[in-house]
């Protein structure tokens, strides 16, 4: 599965980006997915995941009620919708995915098999 991230860019305070994770190479009805961000000095972190039957998994310390993740089986796509964004959720953002990932291993990033390249968000103040 190749993975391609999309929709990043420069946004002030208070804005919204939607994110896009097209799949390539496989069907990913049977794939989970997840978004983690890096930050510059920073580790990488969990920010949302789903898995092939749609339950959701969000970083509350960092998105809950304002970030919310999604899938179009049909368009091979996983997106993340981000609102409300403040100038700590800049980042590089990843899309990752595994075949069949179980809930409670959403937010582990040694769990996905799957890289995107990345998409940088900066949210100016």
């Known amino acids: 599965v190749q993975l391609q991230a999309s929709g990043g860019g420069l946004v002030q305070a208070w804005g919204s980006l939607r994110l896009s994770c097209v799949a390539s190479?496989?069907?990913?009805?049977?794939?989970?997915f997840g978004w983690f961000r890096q930050a510059q000095g920073k580790e990488r972190e969990f920010v949302a995941g789903?898995?092939?039957?749609?339950?959701?998994?969000i970083n509350t310390d960092s998105a809950k009620g304002r970030f919310t993740i999604s899938r179009d089986n049909a368009k091979n796509t996983v997106f993340l919708q981000m609102n409300r964004l403040v100038p700590e959720n800049t980042a590089v953002y990843y899309c990752?995915?595994?075949?069949?990932?179980?809930?409670?291993?959403?937010?582990?990033?040694?769990?996905?098999?799957?890289w995107g390249q990345g998409t940088q968000v900066t949210v100016s103040s």
């Open positions: 190479g496989r069907t990913i009805r049977e794939y989970g």
């Open positions: 789903i898995t092939w039957s749609g339950s959701r998994s």
């Open positions: 990752v995915a595994k075949a069949g990932i179980i809930y409670s291993s959403l937010g582990v990033l040694s769990s996905y098999d799957y």
